[in-house]
């Protein structure tokens, strides 16, 4: 299969690596790629918002499956747009991409399918939600119903800041509507599941850490790493899981001519009332493929192939004994404005089969290697125990050096 990859993070990389193990596999372009997919395939530098030259391009280059990463082109329609040329892709069309790209209309189907979340009120003007926020005298949690880049979600502890929260969420382009959520307490878990318009396949749970700082402190990021999979989630958890967080939804698009294919990332927080929703994602995390991709065996390329065609055949994949760690190494800055251009030195000496080393924002510089971007690398370690797989991540993480790299220490440390 010659396979079109869309994006350019530490995710598409493990996307690549675990594609290009497939017995199908036969060529692979990345639009626009990093230096990390550029060792499997070919790195075309192409605006992804021209969905007709990408069409263009998949058809001259016999592309028979576009596997899409990143939420933006998913929320306007790149997968529409490859469906309507008659090729495959692995995604969800904009209008199942609904079910991220606006918080509103996940609560609605929530709530429509009984899904356990937490109660919110929806704001088409800010001013609305402040005179509702005043009168109830307490806080809430304050979300901006569009794509924010993870930065549409504020969680206050008193009046004030809640006030504060919906004149900054607001006043940017995905506050155009703002939700007020009630606010709930409990451990977090990722579930991600592939899924083909009606039937779901769990993949290992994981668990980000998005705050900048050790023990959850300092501003959110995109995510600085993960740990999958997550054992409080025991088998039977994480059926309940599907069935009563991820299944009805499923059901619920389909049955509204709007089938969801593509992965279903439900983000849940394990509350004393059991599971509940706090947001879904309509791809997979970045970095939680780093350290989830590796835990599956089986022919990837194959599954993702069978979900965009609607014939998801679950045994195709297996599930592999033990734990991942990822540790994503950030650049001087990060997660505000990085230095870009530092020299990375050590990448090359990491020889252990247990250790992958996935790159995100890296270039190939006169110099050799160097940092381009905020999140630089994602180290994952895999293990028969959690400690074996953290203690490899972290030995390596430590021998890969540039000026500025900064990572926390406590991922995957209970
Ligand atoms: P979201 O993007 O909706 O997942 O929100 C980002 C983060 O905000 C979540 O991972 C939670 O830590 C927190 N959060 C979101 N909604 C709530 C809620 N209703 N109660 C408590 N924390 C929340
Ligand atoms: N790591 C969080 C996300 O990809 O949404």
Known sequence: MNVLLIGAGGREHAFAWKIAQSPHFARLLCVP???GTGSYGQNVPFPLSDFEALVDLAQREAIDLVVVGPDNPLGDGIVDAFQAAGVPAFGPTAAAARIESSKAFAKEVMAATGVPTASAHVFERPADAEAFARASGRPWVVKADGLALGKGVVVPDDLPETLAAIAQLGATPAGHRLLLEERLYGREVSVLALCDGQRLLP??????????????????????GVVAPVDEVSPALLDQIV???????????????TPFRGVLYAGIILTADGPKV????????????????PLIEGDFLEVLYDCAVGNLRPEKLRRRKGYAVCVVLCAEGYPGKPRKGDPIRGVEAIDDDKVLVFHA???????????????????????S????????????????????KHYRRDIGKE
């Open 278 to 293: 706090l947001e879904y994602n309509a791809r997979f995390g970045d970095p939680e493929a780093q350290a989830v991709l």
């Open 33 to 35: 790629g990093n230096t």
């Open 361 to 383: 924002g890296t270039a190939i510089g006169p110099n050799g290697l160097c940092t381009a971007g905020g999140r630089v690398l994602g180290v994952t370690g895999l293990g």
């Open 243 to 257: 069935a009563s967080c991820m299944q009805p939804v499923v059901n619920e698009l389909a049955r509204r001519g």
């Open 203 to 224: 993949l290992p749970t994981a668990r980000d850490h998005k705050r900048l700082g050790e023990g959850d402190t300092g501003p959110n990021t995109g995510g600085m």
């Open 385 to 404: 125990t959690l400690a074996r797989a953290r203690a490899r991540a972290y030995e390596a993480a430590e021998r890969i050096r540039f000026d500025g």
